[in-house]
């Protein structure tokens, strides 16, 4: 996928416009926001300490080159072109797990790691 690749448009059931699309670099600075205003909420993210501009630019350069590897699938929603929150999941190779992370500025929440998912050796 190529980064800044809107996905789907429509209409909140209160009016507002609502595009989910793939990252881009210019999220960077609503990307710090929230995930400093994560971290001073103590919401459980695994990470204690604010993240630096050039701590966050590192993250979203390597997760945009995952994206574009298909690596990772990675999601933005706006709102009425304000960025509104973001989700991830990305697989590891040789192994079933994945992970997801994501938060909601409007609901101010945020979702953790994922854990293991069952596969065929499990006995399924």
């Excluded at 040789?94 to 992970?99: A, I, K, M, N, T």
């Amino acid at each position: 996928m190529k980064t800044g690749q809107t996905l789907r448009t429509f209409s909140a059931k209160d009016g507002r416009r609502v595009v989910l699309r793939t990252p881009k670099f210019e999220d960077l600075d609503d990307c710090l926001e929230v995930i400093n205003s994560l971290v001073d909420e103590g919401a459980d993210i695994g990470r204690e300490v604010k993240a630096s501009r050039d701590e966050e630019a590192d993250w979203l350069a390597k997760k945009l080159a995952e994206v574009e590897q298909e690596k990772t699938i990675f999601i933005v929603a706006e709102v009425d072109g304000r960025f509104a929150g973001s989700s991830e999941v990305s697989w590891k190779t040789g192994c079933d797990e994945s992970c997801g992370r994501g938060w909601d500025r409007a609901l101010g929440s945020s979702a953790g790691c994922g854990g293991r998912h069952r596969t065929d050796e499990d006995g399924d």
